[in-house]
């Protein structure tokens, strides 16, 4: 398991742990997300830390590595048959909520305060308006500028999925969005909001 940071490699996950302490596993690579998940039930948790993905973090985008398309990423109302293939986090900005963070589409991403951090609370319906934003097993999440990559992890859904986390919190995409900066999620149930490259809340200033 190695992270991935332009061209240079750096340790995998135990020798992170033995160097950094088991604390710091989880902020530095995307393997174990290091929130209270594991505390919960099965019942109160839908989701669990990710141990074993072969996940890689890349710096830079898909595009300057080579890559088109979108991997799979779709855009609005389109469904998502399988995970991508590949994700890209972009750093965007607005005047209204400053920077938060995109997809490789340009569509923005949200999280929500339904979730306690490392655990997804939207399934079933809610995930058919936030679909979670989710990726293969072995799957690259490509990083441009701005990105923070220690604050990039991932959580498996109870449906065996693998979704993306930022600061601990699920990412989710909105299906209303259908152009680059729409933020029609905003403000959702008093409880949606674009996500910050950190993890935190993109808020109106």
Known sequence: M???YGRRVRVGLLAACLLLGTSACGKTLVLVDSGPAASGSAASAPSSPVSNTGLRLVGGTA??????GDGGTPVGAIPQPQPAKWVQLSVASSDAVGAYLADVNGSTLYRTDHDAPGVSSCADACALVFPPVTIREGGKIYLSPGADPSA??????????????????????HTGDTRPGDMHGQGADGAWYPIAPTGAKATPH
């Open 152 to 173: 990039v992890a991932a959580i498996r859904r109870a449906d065996g999925t693998i979704q993306l986390t930022v600061g601990g919190r699920p990412v989710y995409r």
């Open 63 to 68: 595009a300057e590595h080579g890559l088109s």
């Open 2 to 4: 190695i992270f991935t």
